[in-house]
């Protein structure tokens, strides 16, 4: 593993090693930080600022992605990324309880015009997909001086002959990638592959692909983006960092106005939001005395707060304010994984 480095002015600069960054830190020439649960230096004295070419590979797909960062020299981060899902079923029942709440009597704001009208946007699930590739490259540039983007070309073939549903279907997938291209292009440079070009590269490095679409392993999606990377960027084609690091989109419930069904007496209680107690977030990295790194989730009518670990697990409800120590605001659920090389 290497470890991403800041200069004083808070430019991205070449990764260095573990041995050296502790090196650093001990003499007092670097300070220590957390992004996101990747380990960071940031240097106290003035240095020239020299960097390489560094190419994120990314590879697209439905329930997986991967992510790596590499350079001609060295690949420096894996990231396997859980996909967004489930927002067209949010939209849709959002939309049910919208239509609910204007046949009930009850008092309401006057209606506004539609906002979004003969504006350019995208369907909702379609833009949290792509966008959540595009904050996974953000994030990458915040630690490494990405200077390059490929990325595997999806399609999906129209087929002539077949019903007219078919073919419209993937008309969100060609709206968000196009989407995506174009952000891309405003801060790094693109390349793109199509699928064939990558099962040629990796056949011909002599890198197997898992089957097992779902599990956490260097060879299930990261392989790909390894050679997406490898391809733009060069080298002797040996994969010297198989280690994975996994994130996952934090299940954020959004502010409703109310809870769908009433409680006794015909009560509706509000529901949703992020904002807790004492000026606290949901989704905020907290240290528990017990559990260790845990991440708030919620707080009761008692003022009691529920803590979960970082896979997304619930380890209590009960926990009170001077049990734990504030941190920062987590971006998503993180968690490493560690794989011997292909």
Not at 42 to 67: C, H, M, W
Not at 197 to 205: C, D, N, P, Q, V
Not at 295 to 308: D, E, M, S, T, V
């Amino acid at each position: 593993m290497f470890v991403p480095v800041k200069n004083q002015k808070g430019k991205q600069l070449m990764p260095t090693t573990p041995p050296v960054a502790r090196h650093l830190i001990k003499s007092g020439k670097a300070t220590p930080y957390w992004n996101n649960g990747v380990f960071c230096i940031r240097l106290n004295y003035a240095t020239t600022e020299y960097t390489q070419e560094i190419v994120v590979g990314v590879d697209p797909g439905s329930k997986k992605e991967g992510f790596t960062v590499k350079s001609e020299a060295h690949t420096y981060f894996n990231v396997q990324a859980d996909a967004h899902n489930k927002i067209g079923k949010k939209v849709e029942k959002r939309r049910e309880l919208r239509r609910g709440r204007r046949s009930r009597k009850c008092p309401n704001r006057k209606n506004r015009t539609n906002r979004l009208a003969n504006k350019a946007r995208i369907p909702a699930g379609t833009r949290a997909r792509w966008d959540w590739k595009l904050r996974i490259l953000h994030w990458l540039s915040k630690l490494y001086p990405v200077t390059h983007v490929c990325v595997e070309d999806i399609q999906a073939r129209t087929i002539q002959g077949v019903s007219k549903k078919w073919n419209q279907s993937f008309s969100p997938l060609e709206v968000g990638k196009q989407w995506f291209y174009t952000e891309i292009r405003k801060r790094w440079e693109l390349f793109t592959l199509q699928g064939w070009e990558t099962k040629k590269i990796r056949e011909r490095l002599g890198l197997k692909k898992s089957s097992k679409k779902l599990s956490e392993t260097f060879d299930a999606h990261c392989i790909d983006s390894w050679c997406l990377a490898h391809h733009a960027v060069g080298g002797d084609g040996v994969v010297d960092n198989a280690s994975i690091f996994c994130i996952s989109p934090i299940p954020i419930q959004r502010r409703a106005l109310h809870r769908e069904q009433p409680k006794k007496g015909g009560i509706r209680s509000r529901y949703g939001g992020t904002v807790l107690a004492d000026g606290l977030i949901k989704h905020t990295l907290v240290k528990h005395v017990k559990h260790g790194l845990t991440r708030l989730a919620g707080i009761n009518a008692k003022g009691l707060f529920a803590i979960y670990n970082l896979e997304g697990k619930r380890l209590t409800t009960s926990a009170k304010r001077n049990s734990f120590k504030v941190l920062t605001r987590l971006n998503f659920n993180y968690r490493s994984r560690h794989s011997s090389p292909t």
